[in-house]
């Protein structure tokens, strides 16, 4: 029986709001940072993105979470609602694999690169090759030391790097994306919830009514900003909750 054919990325096109990402990454883009609304579709671009590049480049590809225990949660045995498959069935066909680990969340492709899931929390502990493509998915809540060992690797080898990440206030992400706009290297942008079709205006006012109405004004306000408005203004959020036990005391 003749081997299935599959034209990656596996009938997968990205929106209107995804394109020009995507299109700076097909055209050998080394290095790209978004801060992009919650439900954007985020880490399934950047998953689209990896199956493609890890059948162009042999080599190891990480998918970076802030912490290593929640990547098989969030994204190896995370379903998509629209279809009812495992997202990694999805990017990663199974006909295109040669092996996969589900122990430590290892897919070993046929073409010979190899893609894993890994934590910012334990980024200097894995044994293995470099890799030559990495993800930092939830950047704002990452290690940031993660990017400082990480980027002489890929700077050596001509590998890539991705960071991808709602705002969450202002951080070391926030810090990433204003050195990447003033980079002509880097690809680096901001979408906000009303810049793209993926929530109407009455899904919006109905979710910063709801914020509000759970946790108050002004902290819903500032989640509802950095969820959904991509705000990099203001504190992050545990120094409002620091401020608030303050004075609970």
Known sequence: MADEIIQLPNNWTPRADQLPLWTYLQGGGKRGVILAHRRWGKDEVALRWT?????QRKGNF?????????ARKAIYEAINPKTGKY??????????????RNTDMV?????GSQWQLVGSDNYNSIVGSPPIGVVFSEWALANPLAWAYIQPILEENGGWALFITSSRGNNHAVKTYLAGKTDPE???EILRADQTNVFSAEQLERIEREMIGQFGPELGRTIFNHEYMCSIEGAVLGAYYARQMEDAR
Request: aromatic share 20%; glycine share 2%; hydrophobic share 50%.
């Open 51 to 55: 199956s493609v590049a890890a059948h």
């Open 62 to 70: 990480w998918h970076m979470l802030p912490q290593y225990g929640q």
């Open 87 to 100: 997202r990694i069935d999805e990017a990663f066909p199974l006909a295109l694999r040669s092996s996969t």
């Open 107 to 111: 897919i070993q492709f046929k073409f």
């Open 186 to 188: 880097w690809f680096a």
